[in-house]
């Protein structure tokens, strides 16, 4: 059984770090392009760090970018984010998700390109 487990998740005050860790099962990541996606309740999912196969090439959305840093260890099937300095609108919770291709884009937060989904874990961050 294809799978990806995230993990990671908690609260954390304003400011502060946490690291999540998404753990495939049953196919081997490293062929996969992966992002991390986050939702709130009532609003869509939306991307918020890419990296791709090919190169380790990654992409992020703006409100994280130099907050946040996405890697990948294909020895351990895993693809991570860390997060820093996180703020209240960060908020969420998170999945991550594998593509095997996205055609000839450098990055893609488009949901339906996306084979394999996390069952997400929450993040909280609050004083």
């Known amino acids: 059984q294809r799978q990806l487990v995230e993990s990671g998740g908690g609260l954390v005050q304003p400011g502060g770090s946490l690291r999540l860790s998404c753990v495939a099962s049953?196919?081997?990541?490293?062929?996969?392009?992966v992002a991390w996606f986050r939702q709130v309740p009532g609003k869509d999912r939306e991307g918020v760090s890419y990296?791709?196969?090919?190169?380790?090439?990654?992409a992020y959305e703006n409100s994280v970018k130099g907050r946040f840093t996405i890697s990948r260890d294909d020895d351990k099937n895993a693809v991570y984010l860390q997060m820093d300095n996180l703020r209240p609108d960060d908020t969420a919770v998170y999945y991550c998700?594998?593509?095997?291709?996205?055609?000839?884009?450098?990055?893609?937060?488009?949901?339906?390109?996306?084979?394999?989904w996390g069952q997400g874990t929450q993040v909280t961050v609050s004083s």
């Open positions: 049953g196919f081997s990541l490293g062929y996969y392009a």
């Open positions: 990296i791709s196969s090919f190169d380790s090439s990654t």
């Open positions: 998700a594998a593509a095997w291709e996205i055609g000839s884009r450098r990055y893609s937060f488009e949901a339906h390109d996306y084979d394999y």
